[in-house]
């Protein structure tokens, strides 16, 4: 190899003093003779402005919390057929994610999992270092059209050609966007180039494939460059598990919180004191030893934000992922839930929706003591309550008032320690950075 041809392969700039720029030395009759190159410096600089510009448009932040982590593999309350489905989509966007390669297509219905499988892949290959792009398509036509303003930062050729060869894109929702004749050209344009490239793609679409635009369609449906996995999970957030169909539709709310896992929960290390770090540790601990073997009650209270929930939505996640059944609900929810019982076109009779909550396997009651306290209520929590202290169910409580403040009968069973461990979250306020809220410490009644 000519030392021209090392150059032009490698150009250097030994004394760049900031211009960024070289020209090759090449015969006047070369294809580059005359072009300004970026040199090793520049090209870091520019490579770094296309990662930040690629981040920019993902948006990922609010997306952080789906990753492969954070998923629910076996579902909630599915056949053993969708169970088997939902499970293969998992393990195809964990293999895609290891090594992406030709596209992977996710189809189903409203709420199934599949913008979280995308959202796993992309967040995973971001923290490798590597570079993706996560964007719904309406966002991105948006986008696209936002280059036309007189104000844009950037061109729309720049943006476009950010977009069609990104090292790995993930589209998002294709299909719901307007199907307009600039859209749908558009788009073809960048997932033709991305075909015929063979560049790594993640679509996710709630359509069927015949409803889509046929010239995307046939790439789509390219067996030998593309994998198209259907997802019969219903949806996430109306359908699961756990005693009933009903009570998972109206009460339980463990999939709205089914990110919070013990390997998503923040120690908080750099803003705490080294006494609150302790505290919460332990409280970590305390959650992942009820965890493996839940007995007996668990009481977690503090202030608001400090991470209680985040506890006992952990311990009932880990349940499910043992496939032991869980019920998540917060008390005011539970409450309203009943009342509903006695409403005109109730097909559920007060006493059946009772016995579901009361008789639970493993049983969250969240916020206790922000209920309306009325007679009434107050008389239903202890029913229940009672009912599950005297047959040792399993039962995690999280409450932001102190023990001494609770309906006396409850506070007494709470403070049997043979039965109850009851931890006080000594922690400020999480607002997930900023300031940050020190709260009056809640007195820590008692513990086992």
Avoid at 44 to 57: D, Q, S, V, Y
Avoid at 98 to 116: A, D, E, F, V
Wanted: proline share 6%.
């Amino acid at each position: 190899m000519s030392s021209t041809e090392r150059r032009r392969q490698e150009p250097v700039c030994p004394i760049c003093k900031g211009v960024g720029y070289v020209t090759l030395d090449v015969p006047v009759d070369h294809p580059d003779f005359g072009k300004l190159i970026p040199c090793q410096c520049k090209r870091k600089e520019l490579e770094e402005k296309r990662r930040a510009e690629l981040r920019r448009m993902s948006n990922l932040g609010e997306l952080e919390r789906m990753t492969f982590d954070t998923f629910l593999p076996e579902g909630l309350g599915l056949t053993e057929e969708k169970r088997r489905n939902l499970r293969a989509a998992y393990e195809a966007a964990r293999e895609f994610a290891r090594s992406p390669q030709g596209w992977l297509i996710l189809m189903g219905g409203y709420g199934c999992g599949k913008t979280h499988l995308a959202a796993a892949i992309a967040n995973e290959v971001i923290a490798r270092g590597e570079p993706a792009l996560f964007v719904i398509v309406p966002d991105l036509l948006d986008h696209l059209r936002a280059t036309f303003a007189p104000n844009s930062p950037v061109t729309f050729d720049e943006r476009f050609e950010l977009v069609r060869s990104a090292p790995l894109l993930i589209l998002d929702d294709l299909g719901t966007q307007a199907s307009t004749p600039w859209a749908q050209e558009k788009l073809f344009q960048i997932l033709n180039y991305r075909y015929n490239h063979r560049l790594p793609t993640v679509i996710t679409s709630n359509c069927q494939l015949e409803d889509l635009e046929p010239r995307i369609r046939s790439r789509m449906t390219d067996a030998d460059f593309a994998r198209i996995v259907p997802i019969l999970a219903g949806d996430f957030r109306q359908s699961g598990q756990t005693l009933s169909e009903a009570l998972h539709t109206n009460l339980n709310s463990l999939v709205q919180v089914a990110e919070m896992t013990f390997e998503s929960f923040s120690t908080r290390d750099h803003e705490l004191t080294r006494e609150e770090r302790e505290n919460l540790i332990n409280a970590l601990a305390l959650a992942r030893s009820y965890a493996e073997q839940p007995d007996g009650w668990l009481v977690f209270f503090g202030d608001h934000g400090t991470g209680k929930t985040h506890l006992a939505a952990a311990i009932a996640n880990e349940q499910v992922r043992r496939g032991r059944p869980a019920v998540f609900v917060t008390v005011p929810d539970l409450l309203d839930y009943l009342r509903a019982a006695f409403g005109p076109s109730s097909q559920v009779s007060f006493d059946k929706r009772f016995e579901e909550v009361r008789r639970a396997p493993f049983l969250v009651l969240d916020d206790l003591g922000l209920e309306s306290a009325t007679p009434w209520a107050r008389e239903k929590l202890y029913q229940l309550i009672n009912y599950r202290f005297n047959m040792r169910l399993p039962t995690v409580f999280t409450m932001a008032q102190r023990l001494d403040d609770l309906d006396p009968r409850l506070r007494a069973r709470m403070l049997v320690q043979t039965r109850c461990t009851v931890f006080a979250l000594l922690v400020p306020m999480y607002t997930g950075g900023g300031t940050v809220h020190r709260a009056r410490r809640p007195r820590a009644t008692s513990s086992r």
